[in-house]
């Protein structure tokens, strides 16, 4: 078999995999990027992981390329795995001698897209899994293979579902290899009843916060999109606008005559005043600084009487 990824949940995918005793004789991953002043080359998860295990890694910047093509199609794989990576074109998942299938963060139809964990928790979901599905020439749309549950707390994050979803990701990949050598293997159509929920690709304009919303779903947003890439706002101190991420809060219901979006310190802890009582702020970051406890930015910090969100 083939393995498409490139972020840590593929590439854990990917280590599972190998510890399981498959045989995957080539993996594909995103080309290198480049970052910081000095461009330094920086590569994926996947790669790492793959150069420590002398597994032979392909980079293609165009998956239609006849080159690259060649060599997938001279290892002639029984299945292609993607887990988190671009598209693939019919060139390429129509070389499976079997199929070639994604195992994708959600349960199918539910939440296609880019960031299904994040507009998961985002939603208020009790719920979310993994799907494993077929993959066609439209995105997120082939037939189902198999569905693994997993249960959405009150105080997860993206970090913490992520876990709890990668804890199963890899054996139900397993899981759907044997099933269809042992013929358990049922794909199903999807099937669209009108009200489903999509992922779409996080941006800067829908990760900030909306601060007309409730303070539920701005807190649910803070931890979907905790530790990243993290739900930010806009906020004036001094008369000064400056940005900052909001990576960890929580609620105090209660009633108060503040002004609606004023920033309050008291007893070395952050607040915001909203209609129904106050998010309280554990974790922030502001702009060009690390990630930081309230705490630690107090004492260093100082925001004025009449700061506050916008």
């Not at 979006?261 to 915001?272: E, W």
Request: hydrophobic content about 40%; proline content about 5%.
């Amino acid at each position: 078999m083939v393995f498409y990824g490139t972020p840590d949940f593929a590439r854990d995918c990917l280590k599972y995999l190998i510890k399981e005793g498959f045989y995957i004789p080539a993996v594909i991953t995103a080309p290198d990027k480049s970052s910081g002043r000095g461009r330094k080359i920086i590569f994926s998860s996947v790669k790492k992981f793959c150069l420590n295990k002398n597994i032979k890694i392909f980079q293609p910047t165009n998956l239609k390329d006849s080159l690259f093509l060649s060599k997938i199609k001279d290892i002639a794989p029984d299945f292609q795995i993607v887990v988190a990576f671009r598209m693939l074109p019919k060139e390429v998942w129509s070389i499976s001698k079997v199929f070639t299938f994604n195992l994708h963060a959600s349960l199918l139809p539910n939440y296609r897209g880019a960031a299904p964990i994040n507009w998961a928790i985002i939603n208020g979901e009790k719920k979310t899994g993994l799907t494993t599905f077929i993959i066609d020439d439209k995105i997120d749309t082939g037939f189902i293979l198999l569905k693994e549950e997993v249960k959405i707390s009150p105080l997860d994050t993206f970090f913490t579902l992520s876990n709890k979803l990668l804890n199963k990701a890899g054996p139900l990949i397993k899981k759907t290899i044997e099933f269809y050598f042992s013929e358990k293997l049922y794909p199903k159509k999807q099937f669209l009843k009108g009200n489903e929920k999509f992922a779409p690709k996080l941006t800067s304009k829908n990760i900030k916060i909306d601060w007309n919303e409730s303070i539920d779903l701005i807190e649910k947003k803070i931890r979907g999109l905790s530790p990243f890439p993290g739900a930010w706002t806009f906020f004036n101190n001094n008369n000064n606008k400056s940005r900052m991420k909001i990576i960890k809060s929580s609620i105090i219901y209660i009633n108060h005559k503040n002004n609606l979006n004023k920033i309050l310190v008291k007893d070395g802890d952050l607040f915001i005043a909203l209609k129904e009582g106050y998010l309280k702020c554990d974790e922030v970051q502001l702009e060009n600084k690390k990630k930081m406890s309230v705490k630690s930015l107090l004492n260093g910090y100082k925001f004025s009487e009449n700061s506050f969100v916008l």
